[in-house]
């Protein structure tokens, strides 16, 4: 049954906006005429109205930001929800209209009632969801199709919100670490750049009318700020330049696929995305197979949730191997950028007919792995980044302190 969105007034006067499933548009005034409303607006929340819903908005009314009715986070706790809904026996229908009637946005409120009267005609959840692809990926519909098929789309969606749970951890985790080492390298950078244009040239004003011959450090720190004063713009603009140049390169498939190989070529960063894809790629892998979907179609959707092109590639090659008949173990193994330890836990699944299990197990290994790395990463490189800050402003600070000593003496 299709679903109107709708803003009429009350017998008070005031204005009420909602929702309301009904036959056809005519049917939605009577439901709520009937209601004692006056429709002063009824649209059809047409297929993937709630991806849209801002486009047919001019510039300034949209939403700044994302436009999405789901954050990853939301979504992980909408799947954690409707699992629960379903699990309890709930049906498909009530559990969507129970989770629009708790929602607090409007945007959440109008996809649930899109994907309902969907269910209502007779698509499947899956084929529902498929039809809001910018709010559900892929992999999303290809766990839940399953498990619709299998008939144990409780169990499934449990699994599938335990997943995006844990990428969750894992993202937040990473994003912890690498927060601080930020913070602290653009205050130094800042404090330096602000001490350099305008504390260091004061100095010179102040030594400019004496014929002493000034310390090398402060000369040299002079130097520095003429430079930084005259062509500070230029590099500035050099280095947004730089940036934007390298977005749009990284468009191109070729340099991408470079940029990533070398990437994860680096010493410390590199091992860390290659621990963080092949963790997740583990994990969508074990998820899909544990869900019944056959194991080559599992594999394109785990390559597709590879952000490193490269590992991407990779997998894709272990598709075309297993398609042409060999084991998973062995054709991961043939490629070198993935980790061993993910190879070898597909061939002992393999040997011993639970593949979904060990491949869960490498993925939880693999991303305890990353976290370590990244808490020791970045235990390091805060004292280090304080310590450098220090040192900066410690030749900063004998820059300005040199010549005013040694006028003392004078």
Do not use: C
Not at 247 to 270: E, V
Not at 296 to 306: E, F, G, I, V, Y
């Amino acid at each position: 049954m299709p679903a109107y969105r709708f803003e009429a007034l009350q017998a008070d006067g005031a204005t009420r906006k909602g929702i309301v499933e009904a036959d056809s548009l005519k049917s939605a005034r009577t439901q709520l005429r009937a209601q004692a409303l006056v429709p002063l607006s009824v649209d059809l929340i047409a297929s993937g109205a709630a991806d849209s819903s801002d486009t047919a908005l001019p510039w300034w009314q949209r939403s700044v930001g994302n436009s999405r009715a789901f954050s990853a986070t939301q979504r992980a706790v909408w799947t954690r929800q409707l699992a629960g809904l379903v699990g309890s026996g709930l049906p498909i229908e009530r559990a969507l209209s129970a989770l629009a009637e708790e929602s607090e946005h409007d945007k959440q409120r109008h996809l649930m009632a899109a994907i309902r009267a969907e269910v209502n005609s007779g698509s499947s959840l899956g084929r529902a969801l498929g039809l809001h692809p910018r709010e559900f990926p892929a992999i999303d519909r290809a766990v839940i199709s399953a498990g619709e098929e299998s008939g144990h789309l409780g169990d499934v969606l449990n699994q599938l919100a335990n997943d995006l749970e844990d990428q969750q951890v894992l993202r937040s985790k990473l994003l912890s670490a690498s927060l601080y080492p930020a913070i602290v390298s653009l205050v130094a950078l800042a404090i330096v750049i602000f001490l350099v244009a305008s504390v260091v040239p004061q100095v010179a004003g102040v030594f400019a009318g004496t014929k002493r011959q000034l310390p090398g450090l402060t000369v040299a720190m002079l130097a520095i700020s003429g430079f930084v004063r005259a062509w500070g713009w230029v590099l500035l603009l050099a280095a947004v330049g730089g940036a934007l140049s390298l977005q749009m390169a990284l468009k191109q498939t070729a340099f991408r696929l470079k940029f990533d190989a070398a990437w994860l070529r680096l010493p410390l960063i590199g091992r860390l995305a290659r621990g963080y894809n092949s963790a997740r790629f583990a994990s969508t892998l074990a998820m899909l197979t544990a869900a019944g979907v056959p194991i080559l179609k599992a594999l394109q959707a785990a390559a597709d949730t590879l952000s490193n092109q490269a590992l991407r590639a990779d997998a894709l090659e272990a598709l075309v191997r297993v398609r042409e008949g060999a084991p998973l173990g062995t054709a991961l193994a043939q490629n070198a950028r993935f980790p061993g330890l993910l190879s070898m836990f597909a061939r002992l699944g393999e040997q011993t007919g639970q593949l979904p299990v060990m491949l869960q197990r490498a993925a939880t290994q693999l991303s305890s792995e990353v976290q370590r790395r990244a808490m020791a990463l970045a235990t390091v490189l805060e004292p280090l980044l304080i310590v450098a800050m220090g040192g900066m402003v410690m030749l900063i600070v004998l820059a300005v302190l040199m010549p005013i000593m040694e006028l003392n003496q004078w």
